[in-house]
């Protein structure tokens, strides 16, 4: 006997829940559960969706064959972001074969040379920095993972040719992931046709440092060598649209996580000075032998590293992993049927109390979660985040360098530092303000 699933209160007669959803997803979203608990389902213009809350929820959910719960089926808001023909625009075989590619980029001897790269770019981004003053996180960290996931991505020289426009195509793709996109990712509408065009200009310029680097000969140590060394198991290479959207997907998979997380941290930090004492000399210790940051030392940083978990635990940066069901579903004696989207959202998990005591308390040495499936800011299965290994690298190396030259305080109150959500991904409100100071080291402030 099959058990009725909880429905969300609130529904409008045409459209369901699916304007509320897309101007307050997240708000929508715990309200959901307090409204249902574990599992419960609301309509998205009609799209039935299932929500589901807890870790043996997860673990079905994210241990699901794709022939069950289909990702591809649900993301086809990625689609045009990242080009026909690539991830779940591919045929699964396909897909697999992608993903080697993208994993071959992550291993060990590449993410030491990114580990210098991004120490390089942080420098930079400092050198004109005074004694004192202001800064916005959010802008700022946006804008420098946007330039160290390029130089690692696209190498050296794409990174010195990097303008303006380049960050603004790429705002473009990431305001094209609209709430809406999830029921309809291919509106006619203005923020969708500027999506597109943004994806046509970048497969120009991505394309024309391809035909460079071919025609001077060169092999460059970075993410771009990679698709263009690669080939299918039929010997096929990568396509200059293929190369373009790996590129689009490697830097989704990154960039949004790096960039949030990285401003989360340091206003948490500033939030939570009683640390301070202990996290500079943490970080100090890092460039005691040499000015240079290294992968190995970058591993042995307990208390940024407690501050960046509890960073991702309070503040994960996607909120709604998505399936779609492809045959009706049974999970503890509900069905869910063909057609219908299933959900997760690890900013409600990551909130729940028998798991995490004082759950909205700030805490960078709570004890990592022991039961599974419970704290999943990178998703879980065999689709979690492949990026999230580069973007936790770039968020050390980024904090070790600011940390190591200035210490930051909160600019305004501290609650007036709110999250929000307006595209698929949570961020910091903006203006996002702190304060910095250069540090003198040898009394430690």
Known sequence: MN?????????????????????????????????????????????????????????????????????????????????????????????????????????????????AVIEQET????????????????????????????????????????????????????????PSSISDPFQDAERFRARDRARERLETLISERVRQRRQAGVWEHDMLQVYMDSTYSDGRKLSDHEITGMVI???????????????????????????????YAEIDALFD?????????????PLLDGFIREALRMHPPLNAIT???????????????????????PHISHKLPEYFPSPDEFNPERPVAQTPFVEIPFGGGRHKCIGNGFAILQVKAILSTLLHRYRFDLAAPADSYREIMPALILRPSDPCILSYRRRHRRTGV
């Open 249 to 279: 997907w490697f830097m989704f998979a990154g960039h949004h996580t790096s960039s949030n997380t990285t401003a989360w941290t340091l206003l948490e930090i500033a939030r939570n000075p009683e640390y301070e004492a202990r996290l």
């Open 323 to 345: 399936r779609r069901v492809m045959s009706d579903w049974h999970y503890q004696g509900y069905t869910v049927p063909a057609g219908s989207n299933v959900m997760v959202c």
């Open 3 to 115: 058990t009725e699933i909880p429905v969300a209160s609130g529904a409008q007669a045409n459209t369901g829940h699916l304007d509320e959803f897309n101007t307050t997803p997240l708000a929508f979203l715990h309200r959901v559960y307090r409204e249902c608990g574990e599992i419960g389902q609301f309509d998205l213009g009609g799209l039935r969706t299932v929500l589901l809350v807890g870790p043996q929820a997860h673990e079905a959910f994210f241990r699901a064959a794709d022939e069950q719960l289909s990702a591809a089926q649900a993301y086809q808001m990625m689609v045009p972001v990242f080009g026909e023909g690539i991830q779940y625009g591919a045929p699964p075989e396909i897909e697999r074969q992608q993903l080697k590619m993208q994993v071959q980029g992550l291993k060990h001897e590449r993410m030491v040379n990114y580990a």
């Open 123 to 178: 420098a930079q981004f400092l050198q004109d920095w005074p004694d004192e003053g202001e800064f916005d996180i959010y802008d700022a960290f946006t804008r420098l993972t946007l330039k160290t996931s390029t130089h690692c991505l696209l190498g050296s020289e794409f990174r010195r040719q990097l303008t303006a426009e380049f960050a603004e195509l790429y705002h473009a793709l990431e305001d094209g992931l609209a």
């Open 289 to 301: 032998d040499s000015e240079a940051l290294t992968l190995k030392g970058l591993r042995d940083i």
